[in-house]
């Protein structure tokens, strides 16, 4: 059984990159999508700090509480970027199944 092993070893990176394309995307937009919602809260939260209506311990809780709101926010990115990881993988297995079949 003789074939070129480069060939199949790209044929599965470009199999691996056209899977991950649009779950990239999707983590993108989520990631994105994190940040934002952290801007605007940490805004009101040091807006209301500045107004008197939050003293600065109540501020710090108040900043830490959403810290771990960002970081279960991350926590599903995590599981996004495995799920993607995973089909990448199974895309590679496809391709090199493909690539070694005629042999």
């Given at each position: 059984m003789s074939f070129d092993i480069e060939h199949g070893v790209n044929e599965m990176l470009?199999?691996?990159?056209?899977?991950?394309g649009s779950d990239y995307m999707e983590i993108e937009a989520f990631a994105r999508q994190a940040l934002v919602?952290?801007?605007?809260?940490?805004?009101?939260?040091?807006?209301?700090?500045?107004?008197?209506?939050?003293?600065?311990?109540?501020?710090?809780?108040?900043?830490?509480?959403?810290m771990q709101v960002v970081e279960i926010e991350l926590l599903a990115m995590k599981v996004m970027g495995k799920?993607?990881?995973?089909?990448?993988?199974?895309?590679?297995?496809?391709?090199?199944?493909?690539f070694i079949k005629p042999f």
């Open positions: 470009e199999a691996m990159k056209l899977s991950i919602n952290q801007e605007s809260s940490v805004k009101i939260l040091a807006q209301a700090l500045e107004n008197g209506d939050l003293d600065r311990d109540e501020f710090e809780y108040e900043m830490k509480r959403e799920a993607a990881i995973q089909k990448a993988l199974q895309a590679a297995v496809t391709a090199l199944t493909r």
